[in-house]
């Protein structure tokens, strides 16, 4: 007796990793997301003070840049916005385990549209503002859904890679617009299209300012509505409609899919399409709530990208991003100040490869045991 | 203004670039090649590009010696090749997506360091070209295919090199199984894990390579972003080449020519839109992979993590 005990004393701890065989308990994803975003963050911090920087200060600095008042959340929102909608256009994709990388790409032609109904223009600068923005609105999200159309249609006739054609249509994207602003529609050579009349423009609480003097200053706009009620839409669909549970069979079991004489061809058009209309409206929202002119620069930031992250953080589901997108755009915003640059975007990669690799959590188990020989 | 660009001097000059700006993508992609033969698809090379670009930079900038920078290059990009592994092969990441975080840190970091150490735009002297006896003074090809610099001969030697490993070697045999039956290689006793941790640090750190040929060869400064994409399009030229180093030598040639020219349509002024011809082998690519998906297959278990049964 006294002797085994001292063997296993002896022996080493060893760790050992085994499948899942139930659910884990339901707060026990939320807690994985949160610690890993934890140690991103403490990641992120030593590399800062690494590069010479005081990581407790710029995260307190960001803290302050974006939710210090009322303005600054204002403008953290008006950042979040466009995540939103570029996270639900992952979110979808990824549902069915369809590689969209090009929510990017599908965002700026989304913008591309609808700023081709003011610039070619489809509608002259006179029209009222209820029928020029929802007009706006259906331009971005069918030039959106075209930019996720060509990958789908690729995807599910030809077989060609999701990822490698998405990317390459972001730089095509980014390369069309171009085309446009720097020729056809450029401001007086600039690289840029003259600004959008001001019924073609999205309206934000400081246009109320007369009513609600509260509202001043701020410029938080409409596109924040879109993106909630997006995100609603989207929810009924992925979790109580007949096209969601598809969605879901799909991505979860294309072979059981298949038994079930679900078409896989036809949704792989149709979730990109929708995906890429998403994206597209957040291009839209961008473009006439923010920017109000066509420019690749401001558009083209990386918030494709960024909603992949948002996506994955909030497991694919449309609420949560909403929340989630605030915390990025948080961190974009007050990266726009923070010296040195560099720190949101390098942060923001640190945060999804933990993210991702905390899914392992998930799916296996650690088991620490004294060893038995 | 057209015929401008068919006397031989420019096409001599368009040829001469188009050989020298594919070196970036022949490091790279075939770094690439090497992961995805063995299932692994690296999505971060852009982020280790631009890591390695401005180690080699910052190096050789300090230290005066352009080797250093190669080595720091190097380094950093096998470093980030180590943590890759680790997270896609121990922890059975989704490549796709886990690539993305990698660009991401790269493109934050890179930046990071840039403003940290040195804030403003700088310019080393690169890598000298190398005229090769006799050759080079061969009129037209001497200029265009021996009077480069080391490291474009270099990444032109990688092409052949690559070849042979991965097809007239065990371990290039290895390779290649683990990419497509990881089962059956592991029942016959090789290790799955070692050998993709092997090849994504290889990846990685022909990826830092290729960054530093843009810094200290080619381009001869660091800025931020500065391979704007560059990174993402090697990984397609993988797809493009049908995982064949000598199928990847081709679509670099065709990018970098590509390349080449609108360059030179700028510099001479011509007026066709430059955007166009930006687009172009992006479309290209999209085409060659509608045209090739049906006849060439890609390794069996690309993206798949491995996972031993017992």
């Known amino acids: 007796m006294a002797e085994s005990r001292s063997i296993k004393q002896r022996t080493p701890l060893r760790i050992r990793v085994e499948p899942r065989l139930s659910e884990p308990p339901a707060w026990f994803p939320a807690v994985v997301s949160f610690s890993a975003i934890l140690v991103a963050l403490i990641l992120g911090g030593i590399l800062i003070s690494f590069a010479g920087g005081d990581p407790i200060r710029s995260y307190i600095h960001i803290a302050k840049a974006s939710f210090g008042?009322?303005?600054?959340?204002?403008?953290?929102?008006?950042?979040?916005?466009?995540?939103?909608?570029?996270?639900?256009?992952?979110?979808?994709?990824?549902?069915?385990?369809?590689?969209?990388?090009?929510?990017?790409?599908?965002?700026?032609?989304?913008?591309?549209?609808?700023?081709?109904?003011?610039?070619?223009?489809?509608?002259?600068?006179?029209?009222?503002?209820?029928?020029?923005?929802?007009?706006?609105?259906?331009?971005?999200?069918?030039?959106?859904?075209?930019?996720?159309?060509?990958?789908?249609?690729?995807?599910?006739?030809?077989?060609?890679?999701?990822?490698?054609?998405?990317?390459?249509?972001?730089?095509?994207?980014?390369?069309?617009?171009?085309?446009?602003?720097?020729?056809?529609?450029?401001?007086?050579?600039?690289?840029?299209?003259?600004?959008?009349?001001?019924?073609?423009?999205?309206?934000?609480?400081?246009?109320?300012?007369?009513?609600?003097?509260?509202?001043?200053g701020l410029t938080t706009h409409l596109g924040l509505?879109?993106?909630?009620?997006?995100?609603?839409?989207?929810?009924?669909?992925?979790?109580?409609?007949?096209?969601?549970?598809?969605?879901?069979?799909?991505?979860?079991?294309?072979?059981?899919?298949?038994?079930?004489?679900?078409?896989?061809?036809?949704?792989v058009i149709w979730v990109m399409m929708l995906s890429g209309a998403l994206a597209g409206l957040g291009g839209m929202s961008e473009?006439?709530?923010v920017v109000h002119r066509l420019q690749t620069a401001p558009l083209a930031a990386g918030y494709g990208f960024t909603g992949i992250i948002v996506a994955w953080l909030a497991k694919l589901n449309p609420l949560v991003i909403i929340v989630a997108s605030v915390l990025f755009g948080a961190l974009i915003l007050a990266g726009r100040e923070i010296q040195p640059s560099g720190v949101p975007k390098m942060i923001q990669g640190i945060i999804l490869v933990c993210l991702i690799a905390s899914d392992f959590l998930l799916r296996y188990r650690i088991v620490i045991e004294r060893g038995e020989e | 203004m057209i015929s401008e660009l068919f006397t031989v001097t420019v096409l001599i000059g368009i040829l001469a670039s188009g050989i020298r700006l594919a070196t970036p993508y022949l490091y790279a992609s075939i770094g690439e090649t090497f992961g995805q033969r063995s299932g692994v698809l690296n999505l971060g090379v852009e982020g280790q590009m631009l890591l390695g670009a401005f180690a080699a930079f910052y190096v050789a900038l300090t230290t005066g010696s352009l080797w250093l920078g190669i080595l720091a290059a190097m380094i950093v990009g096998a470093l980030m090749g180590l943590i890759m592994a680790f997270v896609t092969v121990n922890l059975h990441a989704q490549q796709g997506i886990s690539g993305i975080g990698f660009y991401l840190f790269g493109l934050g970091l890179s930046d990071l360091l840039f403003q940290k150490l040195?804030?403003?735009?700088?310019?080393?002297?690169?890598?000298?070209?190398?005229?090769?006896?006799?050759?080079?003074?061969?009129?037209?090809?001497?200029?265009?295919?021996?009077?480069?610099?080391?490291?474009?001969?270099?990444?032109?030697?990688?092409?052949?090199?690559?070849?042979?490993?991965?097809?007239?070697?065990?371990?290039?045999?290895?390779?290649?199984?683990?990419?497509?039956?990881?089962?059956?290689?592991?029942?016959?006793?090789?290790?799955?894990?070692r050998i993709r941790?092997?090849?994504?640090?290889?990846?990685?750190?022909?990826?830092?390579?290729?960054?530093?040929?843009?810094?200290?060869?080619?381009?001869?400064?660091?800025?931020?972003?500065?391979t704007s994409g560059l990174g993402f399009i090697a990984v397609a030229l993988v797809y493009f080449g049908a995982w064949r180093p000598w199928g990847v030598l081709g679509g670099a040639l065709l990018f970098s020519m590509v390349n080449s020219l609108q360059l030179w349509i700028q510099v001479l002024g011509i007026p066709i839109p430059s955007e166009i011809a930006v687009m172009m082998p992006y479309v290209l690519t999209i085409l060659v992979l509608v045209i090739t998906v049906s006849r060439v297959r890609a390794p069996s278990a690309l993206t798949k993590p491995f996972e031993r049964e017992d």
Request: charged fraction near 10%; charge should be positive; glycine fraction near 10%.
């Open chain 2, 197 to 226: 941790y092997f090849t994504i640090i290889l990846g990685g750190t022909l990826s830092g390579i290729a960054g530093a040929s843009l810094s200290i060869a080619l381009l001869n400064v660091f800025q931020q972003n500065m």
């Open chain 1, 225 to 267: 509505v879109i993106g909630i009620v997006a995100a609603i839409i989207l929810w009924f669909i992925i979790f109580r409609s007949r096209w969601g549970y598809e969605i879901r069979l799909i991505g979860d079991n294309p072979q059981a899919a298949r038994y079930a004489g679900i078409n896989i061809t036809k949704n």
């Open chain 1, 287 to 289: 473009v006439t709530g």
């Open chain 2, 118 to 193: 040195m804030g403003t735009v700088e310019t080393v002297k690169g890598f000298p070209p190398i005229k090769i006896p006799w050759f080079s003074s061969i009129p037209g090809v001497g200029e265009i295919f021996f009077s480069q610099n080391i490291l474009v001969y270099g990444a032109y030697l990688l092409v052949p090199l690559a070849w042979f490993v991965l097809n007239k070697t065990t371990l290039g045999l290895k390779i290649r199984s683990v990419g497509e039956n990881p089962d059956a290689a592991d029942s016959l006793g090789v290790s799955v894990a």
């Open chain 1, 69 to 216: 008042d009322i303005g600054v959340i204002s403008d953290t929102i008006v950042k979040a916005t466009p995540i939103i909608l570029a996270a639900l256009a992952c979110s979808v994709a990824f549902r069915m385990k369809l590689w969209n990388i090009g929510a990017e790409g599908q965002f700026i032609m989304g913008a591309f549209g609808a700023s081709a109904i003011v610039l070619a223009p489809v509608l002259p600068a006179e029209t009222p503002p209820w029928i020029f923005i929802p007009v706006m609105m259906l331009a971005g999200m069918a030039a959106g859904a075209l930019w996720g159309f060509i990958p789908g249609y690729l995807k599910a006739k030809f077989n060609v890679n999701e990822i490698i054609s998405t990317l390459m249509l972001n730089y095509v994207a980014v390369a069309w617009v171009n085309f446009w602003i720097f020729g056809v529609w450029t401001e007086g050579g600039f690289q840029m299209s003259p600004k959008f009349p001001v019924a073609a423009n999205l309206p934000r609480l400081t246009d109320f300012a007369k009513i609600f003097p509260i509202f001043r």
